[in-house]
């Protein structure tokens, strides 16, 4: 199994720019196809972005086109989520998660088609 832990959230006034990473370890990282979701308070968890496991392939939710940046570093097993243009709206615990095989199209924004998680981090954005 693969084991992830996520970094880089914190507090921030909105229109900032905050980059999380996820860390991988335990298995060959570049086996494995990964999203970023995110969970605000008493809400779903949501589907953010996906990458490929080449990073060749990416996919946004529609609310994070044009703002987020999905990547992956496979030599350093390592994804990160770069947001920029941060409002209100985009506070919420980030986790990172993995699936192998890497996922069908339609199945990228479904949480439990998923692996593997993170433990999360907090992002808090102020108005």
């Known amino acids: 199994q693969v084991q992830l832990v996520e970094s880089g959230g914190g507090l921030v006034q909105a229109g900032a720019s905050l980059r999380l990473a996820c860390a991988a370890s335990?298995?060959?990282?570049?086996?494995?196809?990964m999203a970023w979701f995110r969970q605000a308070p008493g809400k779903e968890r949501e589907f953010v972005a996906h990458?490929?496991?080449?990073?060749?392939?990416?996919y946004y939710a529609d609310s994070a086109k044009g703002r987020f940046t999905i990547s992956r570093d496979n030599g350093k097993s390592t994804l990160y989520l770069q947001m920029t243009s941060l409002t209100p709206e985009d506070t919420a615990d980030y986790y990172c998660?993995?699936?192998?095989?890497?996922?069908?199209?339609?199945?990228?924004?479904?949480?439990?088609?998923?692996?593997?998680w993170g433990q999360g981090t907090q992002v808090t954005v102020s108005s």
């Open positions: 335990g298995r060959t990282f570049s086996d494995y196809g």
């Open positions: 990458i490929s496991w080449s990073g060749g392939s990416t």
């Open positions: 998660a993995a699936a192998k095989p890497d996922l069908f199209s339609g199945l990228y924004h479904v949480a439990r088609a998923y692996d593997y």
